[in-house]
């Protein structure tokens, strides 16, 4: 053994000295690039958290996925659109409005030259009066929203109506049947009285939309369970605006703008005109509640 081990020294002694004369060790070597530790360690969490709900599905159930705080910090657009709302916080916190929800919360923002895509246009009739806050982001399911209130989204403020519509995105991708979104939808709405004790919290049912059987029986699931939940809450308002998108008890196309786009997509987000018949619909809540109650 002590002759290995001499040997293997010798070894190094002969390959230390024949790079010392070798001018490629002398020359300066280029940088290593930076690694971004924190995202390596995120994306490293949300694959390890993939694969075990892809090989275990149980454990989505175990665990309720829906109902925990997840980030999209690695996406650069929705950190962007993410301070973006901290900031208009900071700069109206008088709002007596806010609203808290995915891309469709968003798209009251929106504008366009078609007429049905203008929507920007319904929100300054009901809400701008109240200096209302849109807290919406593409793509956020009940566990991205749980994450922003964790991190300061309504740090500062102090409406008196906080307006929640949540869930449709949990029945897409992520494939979240009621059993987990409804859970989810609660826990958005308990942490957001927690933050905002004396705030009002007006609940909106999910929407329907047109994409397959197994989401208008989930969406209809969720609806009837919220309903139940929080029929008689002190402090949470639930309206299901279902029946003002529908016509013979299905979602009707025309109030949407995913079919009139190109190429046409399943209706999901409602158009100008089914935003206004929401906006009418809750109008006598909000005006009740965002007047102070």
């Not at 081990?5 to 010798?10: I, P, S, V």
């Not at 009901?126 to 740090?155: C, E, K, M």
């Not at 016509?247 to 786009?261: M, Q, V």
């Amino acid at each position: 053994m002590i002759k290995v081990r001499k040997q293997e020294l010798l070894f190094l002694q002969k390959k230390k000295q024949k790079n010392s004369h070798d001018p490629r060790a002398l020359a300066p070597q280029p940088p290593k690039p930076a690694v971004n530790k924190s995202f390596l360690l995120l994306f490293f969490k949300k694959e390890v958290l993939a694969s075990l709900l892809l090989f275990f599905p149980f454990l989505a159930h175990a665990t309720n996925i829906a109902a925990i705080p997840i980030g999209r910090q690695n996406l650069p657009w929705w950190q962007a659109r993410f301070t973006a709302t901290l900031a208009e916080a900071k700069t109206t916190p008088n709002a007596k409005i806010i609203w808290l929800g995915d891309s469709i919360t968003q798209f009251w923002q929106r504008t366009g030259p078609h007429g049905y895509d203008n929507i920007l246009p319904v929100w300054q009739k009901y809400y701008a009066p109240y200096n209302a806050l849109d807290f919406g982001i593409v793509g956020d399911t009940t566990s991205s929203l749980l994450w922003r209130l964790d991190h300061g989204q309504v740090a500062g403020l102090h409406p008196n109506l906080a307006i929640i519509l949540i869930g449709a995105n949990n029945l897409g991708h992520p494939h979240w049947p009621a059993t987990l979104t409804t859970p989810g939808i609660e826990a958005v709405v308990s942490k957001t009285h927690t933050l905002l004790p004396t705030t009002h919290i007006l609940l909106l049912g999910v929407l329907p939309s047109i994409r397959s059987a197994w989401v208008d029986t989930q969406t209809r699931l969720i609806n009837q369970s919220l309903a139940q939940t929080y029929a008689n809450n002190p402090t949470v308002t639930f309206i299901d605006v279902s029946p003002v998108l529908t016509t013979n008890g299905r979602p009707d196309p025309s109030l949407y703008i995913d079919p009139k786009e190109s190429p046409p997509r399943p209706a999901l987000h409602p158009d100008a005109a089914g935003m206004s018949r929401i906006a009418a619909t809750i109008a006598p809540t909000v005006q009740r509640w965002a007047a102070g109650g």
